[in-house]
Every structure is written in C-alpha cells, then in structure tokens.
C-alpha cells in the first residue's frame, strides 16, 4: 500500500515566532524587562495626559518656581515631585517627555537604519563578488570610525534639529545592521531552500526578500534591541555636548547636560533623576535583548 | 530509437582556489604555488531517455552532486553542452532556456534544509505556479489539495509548518513542491540517503508511483547500489569527475566490466544470515586536487598495468553498454 | 561464564519542559567476552541513548531512570564521574559516528593518542608512543610513525575513523560500543573500516556493540541481534536466526523494505505510518498501529517471551510460529 496519509507529528500548528514567544516568557528577568519597556513606552505615548505639565509650552513654566527640590509645591498648589530645573520646568513631566524624544529619535532612526542595512546586507550575500565586496568595504569603512566622531562630524555639517540628528544616526548606524544581516544570510544561502526557489524561477527579489530575509531576521531583532539602547545613548550623549535637540525641546541627554552645572551646588535632582531614568531605559531594553538572543538563537537551527 | 529528453555532452566542472590579493602576488613573482583546479567533472556524457530512470552512482569526490546540480541549473559548467528536448539550456540566461528549465526539478538530500521554516506548507507549494502564472490565486486551495494527495499526504496538514514534519513527511513535501510545476525531469540527489530504511521504501515506492502515473523521468543520483539497483533501467559509475562505467541495471549487476564497478559491488553490504569477510581494494580515493595521472583508478586497481598510468582510458561502447577501461581496449601493457 | 556487559531493564528518560521522553524504556540483553552484539533501530528507537547511557554521558535534561548495567558485576548505572573516569576510555570505549567528537582539531595526533595512554597508565612518552604508533599499524594506517605527528585536518574520512579505533583499542579495552561508525563512510571505505573490526574483534577477543540502522552491514559482522524500536528491544536472539527466520513483525518489515529483498522494479515492500512521538506511544504495543497482524490482544503491554531457543520477542501474534501465543 503506498503512500497512506499520514497525520503530521504535532497537533496544533505552531508557527516558530510564537514558539519563541513562549521561550521567551520562561525568564522572569526578561520578562520583567519587557514589562517595564512597555510601561516606559506606555508613559512617552501618554505623556499629555499623565504629566502634571507640558514642559516644552513655555507659558506653563513659572521661572519664579526654579530650582525647587523635590517636593516643592508651587504657586498654582501642583507638587513637584521629583523638583524644577533652572527654568522652572517640572522634573517629572521633563523627564517623561525627554523619554518621548529619546525614545522617538531612536526609535525613528533604528527602523530606519533598519531598512537600509537589511537591504544592503542580502544584496551583499545573496549576490557575492563585486556587490558584496563594494558593500562590505564601505561597511568597514564606516565601522572604523567610532560613532560619536562621524555623528558630530555629520551634525557639524547637516546643523542642528531633531530630524538632523536622525539622520546622524541613521548614517552611523546602519553599517551594523548590513554586516550582521550579511553574516546569517551568508550561512542561509547555502541551504537548500534557496537553491530550490531558484530552481523553481522565482527572481532574484523574491528569493532575497521572502526566503532569505525572514529566517535572517532573528539576530537581526536581537542587534536591532540593543541598538536602539546605543541611538539612546547616543542621542543623549550628542545633545549633552550641545549638538543634538533643542534647548526647548529636551531629551533625557539635555536634561542631564542641564543640570550638570547644578551638581557640585546640591541642586542634584536636575541631573540625577534624568540620569536614573535613562539608566532604566536602557537596562530593560537590554535584558529584553540578552533573553531575545538566548531564545531565538537555538532556533535558528531547529 | 526516441531522441532523449536530457542529454549531457562533455559536461565539465574545474573548481579554483580563490587567491587572496597577497597570494596572487607571490605567484606571479614565482613564490608561491599555483592554484589547485579540482576537476569535479571531466568529460562527463550520458543521455535520459523519456520516461527512464538513469542511476549515477559514485563516491566522495566522484562529482555526481555537481552533474546534478549543472543539470538543475544551480551551478554553470565549466564546459559542456546540457540540452532538454533538444534545446540547450547550458547557460540559463534567456527566457527561453529558463522556461525549459522550469520542467527539471531537484529533490535534494537533507529534508530539514530543503523547506523554509518559515513557510506554511500550502505556500511552500502554491509559491511557484502562483508566480509563474500557471494557477490562479482562486484555484490555489483545490491545487494544494490535489498536490498533498499525490504525494500521499493528507490535505488538512496544509497550514502547518516545517518543523512539525517528520523526515519522511518532508520529503514528500519536497516532492509536491517540485511537483507543482508540471516537471517532465526529477534529479534526485541522494533524496533517500537521509531517511530510514523504513521510511526511505515508503519514499521510493512514491518516486516509482509518480513515475507511472505522470511520465516521469528521473536521474537518480546515490551512492547506495542496492537503492539504484531496484529503481533505474540505466546505471551510470563515476569515480573522480569521470565515467566509467554505463549499462543497463541488470546486466551491469549480473557482471561489471570495470574493476572499479566490481569492487563497489563486491563491497556493498547485503543482508546475509552469517558473517561474511569483507574483502576491500586497497588505499584511499585519491583527493580531488591531485588525482593520479592516466586513469584515475590505476592505483588502486589489481589489474592496473603500465599503460594504465600514462593514457586516459576512453568510454568504449559495446551496444547498451560502455566501460572505460584498458582492459577491454588492446591492453594494459 | 559471566557476561562482561550485562543490561537489566534500562530505563533513560529526558525530562523536558514539553514532558518526559522515555528515550529507553526497558530494554535488556547481556554481551559476552568476545561477542559482536548488533543494536539495531531506526530514528527515535533509543538506541544510541542506550549506547550512551552504557558509558556514562547521557546529559541533562536526560539522565538513567531505572535498571541496572552491571560490567563484571558491577552496576554502571550508580557511578559517579570520578569513578566513571577509571573506566571510559580503559575498560569500556567508544566510537562515534563522526569521528571528530573523538578528535580535537587542534592537537597532533600524537599529543591526544599520548595523553589516552597516560591518563589511565603510568608509562613514559617513549612507552605510550611507541604503544600508539602499533595502535596505529594495527588498524590499517600506512606509515605510522609520520602520521603520529600529522593533525586531524591531514587525514581523510575513513582514516579519521581508524584513529578513533585505534584510541578506543589503546588499553585493550573488555568492551567498545560503536555508534553507526560506518554510516558516513563510503563503500570502499566502509568495507576497508568493517574488513579491520572483524579482524580486530577476533584477534583481541574485545567485546563489541554495534550500533546501527543499517541491517545489511549488522548482519555481517554481528553474533546477536537486538532490535529496538520506541525505546524497547523487540526482538533479539543469534543474528543467523533473526534474520532468517523473524518472529516480531516489525523485524519482517524491516528486512522486507530492503530493495535487494525485493524484486527489481516492483513496489518495495513497506511499513506502513510512521513511528509514534515517544510522549503518545500506543497503549500496549508500540507498534501495534502500524501492524498487519494486531488484534485487540496487542492493546495489553507486551513483555519478552522466548520464541525458540536462544530468540526472544516482544509480542502477543509473532510470525512462523505454530502455535498462537496466549495474551
């Protein structure tokens, strides 16, 4: 009797993503990383609705209530929580919408460098020879300059502005991206999946962009997670230096630059709490990173 | 006689080296030492009728993965001509030859590499003709269907994934994803290597069902005798790129006429009820890179004689068959 | 005489988050001085774990749950590592499927030889050389003295494979277990590699288990057979009469899918389904849902009655028997 049908070993169908999702919940830390990631998200979305005050609407800020230490109350009878800078803003509600600009800036800038390194990155592997050592080279290139030089270079050049740095970023970041997607499509070309989706005639976009590109993606998620730490980090270092957001618009980095003349005089709540914060921001985003690797590495090669 | 519907015509493949810039430099000055060539195919010939089953057999280094692959159109030959129904579709560069070319599939080794995790199995299947224009994205389900049916699959495991298959079950999935595109011409490499004994005569009975029941023509490319003895009507020997021997399957199991031939079959381990004494030819398949001069197999070959080391034996046909070999040409002496 | 290797209701289980995998789920048989006992079993039989659990390296999450191994008396099963280092490598030995998890890459031959001779001997580099370059001699590798110094990279496949035969023979070792050493390998090769062992086990009178799926390669070198399959040996006797004569349908159908067994061109005769998930395993019988010959009797679990003289199996309607064997 040839070819019985068979039922297939497992009962239900799942996909692999939600397989590593499973995975990934194994791990209280992450877990806990990710809830706070969300919550932190949750907040710079919210950020009218949950703050006190608009720290960026000059017409709220009282400058009498400057420099107020934590849990001052002010002329209109709203608590300081956390203090008031130099210009009277409200700590709370500036570090909440610092999160926002930082966290818009990176997030804006990661998706965007993102895209073009993935593409770069599989055109490299898929096509080999002269694409890939053009790409590869310029990759290097950009990669031999540490971030901080080629982002104040870029920005001395492009000016100043929240879309500027953006772009700063993105031009310093997506070198990573390219060599890390060219690395995993490398190994995956060999497969014999693509060979067959060759032999079947799919072009040469198809292959790339449906076959190759999705089972490159999971070291790809895990760089691009602790990327977006670094584009914080980066961002706030930039406007610490005084090149990055304006003044009336300030990130977490700003906040920090601002208060640091305050420190040695014990005004520290204008340095300190932004720096908290950030420090926060990053460690859950990392944790979240560290358990995304460890989970979807092993199944890369189920 | 039916003109046949692929034929390999002085099919060769060189593999070189690559030499970084610093290397390329030290053999120029005269430093350092050429680049090895592995000659994985030389002079490689041999034709599939409609409807036959052509066994290429060889070892490690015999270059039967790289005709198949040259056949399939994932690697370009070196030299050689490579023609489906008379067209030659060496280099796939015009539409023409690629649409031939649509028609040979390759069924590869290893199940687990062959899918894309990734993929639902309906879409592993419909991919292609959907692409192709060959179905219409309303006929998809009732194509999808069918497909599993053939290849003895039930229907409702459409939406799962890859991973939730056994090796065999993948196979199959291979084999109706190839399938999908009405090929007149399966390569199969090695395709049953990878699974149980159990489960690869599950396989094999598929392949020999399919053949019946859609004309299939299959070049079947293994190394295990036993496998090829009981599905091809031709068998074709390689040892290190070239051909050896060729001849109709029962004949060339009832008496090889090359000595390479009949150590292979003498060596094949076959279900005895005591203990046999293994009996093998000396020495190791000689590496690629460095293959003996004349014929290839002399070093190892207890009838090898003078000549053997300074000529190439030619492919001399005596009717269905041919065999490479001094032996049966003037001499060895 | 007492068995030197002698397996007692084995059990080795992996506890997994999914679940419990009984990987080996009671299997038994003893191994004589000087016996080649072939272990045979498709994917998922359990018969590499077993081959594993003989000698100690089963890894979490899997780990012995139950049975006994007893070498020269003593129960293998409740050794612990400091204990099992004294005896891998120079009572029991094994050879692996790919012979690079016997060889690190990066050291001489000599160097890893060497250290496996005095790791278990007090004997000078001289002594131990010397002893490895006759290692080498004894399976077949040309020119030992010089390939003592090459690295593994130098070697081809095949000989790859001696030299792990040739470490796994350094201390005369009362037992090898064998994980499909051959199955790798090409046929010239694996003639060469099959034509030494024979020759090795006569000579030395070591005892031998031979892992594999491959009945036809089994059934040249082998004394006995055991044939396993979902974790159980279903069958198992003098491997002349397993082969000729089957009792456990599931041997008939193995030997029945050969394509040498079969008529040229004809439907290969096959076992129908696949093997179950070792956590759904079938009341009773394992392979009762793939059997021509289940009837209801098949739903009771099975135990190992012997058959004939010296040949067991695992089941309730065993073939060419003449009487029935009451459930």
């Known amino acids: 009797m040839t070819g019985t049908p068979q039922p297939a070993t497992a009962p239900k169908a799942i996909s692999p993503m939600r397989a590593a999702m499973l995975d990934f919940a194994a791990s209280r830390l992450a877990l806990g990383g990710l809830v706070l990631v969300v919550l932190i998200a949750l907040a710079a979305i919210f950020a009218p609705w949950i703050t006190p005050q608009n720290p960026y609407d000059l017409a709220q800020l009282d400058i009498m209530d400057n420099n107020l230490p934590p849990g001052s109350e002010s002329w209109g009878g709203m608590t300081y929580w956390l203090g008031t800078d130099n210009q009277g803003r409200d700590m709370l509600s500036a570090i909440v919408y610092g999160l926002r600009m930082s966290l818009i800036v990176a997030g804006t800038a990661t998706l965007c460098a993102l895209g073009i390194g993935m593409a770069a990155g599989i055109v490299a592997a898929y096509f080999g020879g002269r694409a890939d050592t053009l790409i590869m080279r310029v990759v290097d290139l950009q990669l031999s300059f540490p971030a901080i030089l080629v982002a104040l270079i870029l920005l001395a050049i492009l000016g100043k502005g929240v879309d500027k740095v953006i772009i700063a970023l993105v031009i310093v970041q997506w070198a990573y991206y390219a060599r890390t997607v060219r690395g995993s499509a490398l190994v995956e070309r ?68 601002n208060g640091y003349s305050y420190l040695l005089s014990g005004n520290y709540w204008i340095s300190v709490y932004p720096g908290v914060a950030l420090l926060i921001t990053i460690v859950a985003i990392n944790l979240v990173g560290d358990q995304l690797r460890d989970v979807l590495n092993p199944r890369l090669r189920r | ?18 030499q970084d810039a610093a290397e390329r430099l030290a053999t120029r000055i005269g430093f350092g030492a050429p680049p090895g060539t592995v000659h994985a195919v030389d002079d490689v010939s041999f034709t599939v009728a409609p409807g036959e089953v052509v066994g290429l057999v060889g070892e490690s280094g015999s270059g039967k993965s790289t005709i198949g692959r040259m056949i399939a159109g994932l690697i370009p030959p070196s030299d050689g001509v490579i023609r489906y129904d008379g067209k030659d579709i060496t280099r796939r560069s015009r539409a023409e030859s690629r649409a031939a070319a649509l028609q040979i599939q390759m069924i590869f080794q290893d199940p687990m590499s062959s899918l894309n995790p990734r993929t639902r199995v309906r879409d592993i299947i419909a991919e292609a003709p959907l692409f192709h224009g060959l179905i219409r994205a309303s006929e998809v389900p009732g194509f999808v269907d069918a497909t599993l049916e053939r290849v003895g699959l039930d229907p409702s495991v459409r939406d799962r994934y890859p991973h939730q298959f056994s090796g065999g079950q993948r196979q199959r999935i291979v084999i109706a994803r190839a399938l999908a595109v009405s090929p007149r011409f399966l390569i199969c490499d090695e395709s049953v290597a990878a699974l149980d004994v159990s489960i690869q005569a599950q ?103 003078p000549r053997c080391s300074r000529e190439v034996p030619r492919l001399k046909a005596e009717g269905p068959r041919a065999a490479a070999c001094h032996l049966h040409d003037g001499g060895v002496a | ?132 370059r006759k290692a080498l001699a004894r399976v077949g590798i040309p020119s030992p003295d010089e390939r003592l110094d090459a690295y593994p990279h130098q070697f081809s496949g095949g000989m790859r494979q001696r030299v792990a035969i040739a470490i796994a023979l350094l201390h005369d070792p009362d037992l090898i277990v064998a994980d499909e050493p051959t199955t790798a390998l090409d046929v010239t090769i694996q003639a060469q590699i099959l034509a030494e062992v024979q020759k090795l086990a006569e000579e030395s009178g070591t005892a031998l288990i031979w892992i594999s799926h491959d009945l036809s390669v089994v059934s040249s070198l082998a004394d006995n057979i055991a044939v396993m399959y979902a974790g159980k040996v279903v069958e198992q006797g003098p491997a002349p009469q397993v082969l000729d004569r089957p009792v456990h349908p599931y041997t008939r159908g193995l030997i029945d899918s050969i394509p040498s067994r079969n008529r040229r061109g004809a439907d290969l005769a096959q076992i129908p389904g696949m093997t179950p998930s070792l956590m759904h395993l079938p009341e009773g019988c394992a392979f009762r849902p793939r059997c021509a010959h289940a009837t209801n009797a098949c739903r009771a679990p099975q135990e190992m009655r012997e058959m004939r003289p010296g040949q067991s199996a695992r089941c309730a309607h065993p073939l060419g028997l003449a009487e029935e064997v009451p459930a």
């Open chain 2, 203 to 305: 396989v094999l009975n598929l392949f020999m069902r399919l053949r019946r029941e859609l004309g299939l023509s299959y070049l079947f490319i293994s190394h295990d005798l036993g496998v090829v003895e009981h599905i091809s009507d031709r068998v074709v020997i390689l040892y290190l790129g070239r051909v050896v021997e060729v001849a109709p399957t029962e004949a060339l199991f009832a008496g090889a006429l090359h000595p390479y031939t009949q150590a292979l079959l003498a060596e094949v381990p076959r279900l005895s009820t005591e203990k046999r004494r293994f009996q093998p030819i000396k020495g190791e398949i000689p590496s690629p890179l460095a293959p003996p001069p004349g014929c290839h197999f002399h070093t190892r070959c207890p009838h090898a004689g």
């Open chain 1, 190 to 257: 060999q497969r014999d999946y693509i060979a067959a989706a060759q032999g079947l005639g799919l072009s040469h976009a198809r292959v790339m962009f449906r076959h190759l590109l999705p089972n490159c993606l999971p070291p790809l998620i895990v760089v691009a997670t602790v990327q977006i730490a670094q584009a914080i980090a980066l961002e706030a270092t930039l406007s610490f230096l005084g090149v990055g957001v304006p003044v009336t618009e300030p990130s977490l980095g700003l906040l920090i630059a």
């Open chain 2, 1 to 18: 006689m039916t003109a046949p519907l692929v034929a390999v015509e002085g099919l060769s493949k060189r593999f070189t080296q690559a």
């Open chain 3, 1 to 132: 005489m007492t068995p030197i290797l002698d397996v007692q209701d084995l059990k080795t289980h992996f506890f997994t988050r999914a679940g419990v995998v009984p990987a080996v789920n009671g299997v038994s048989f003893t191994v004589n001085r000087g016996e080649v006992m072939g272990l045979v079993g498709e994917s998922g039989s359990g018969k590499t774990v077993t081959g594993f659990s003989i000698l100690g390296l089963v890894d979490p999450p899997g780990r012995i749950a139950g049975g006994r191994i007893l070498y020269k008396g003593r129960d293998l099963a409740e050794l612990r590592e400091p204990e099992w280092q004294a005896i891998r490598g120079r009572h029991i030995a094994m050879i692996f499927q790919d012979p690079m998890m016997t060889l690190n890459p990066v050291l001489k031959i000599s160097t890893q030889m060497i250290e496996a001779v005095q790791a278990h001997e007090k004997i000078s580099r001289e002594a131990a050389r010397e002893r490895c």
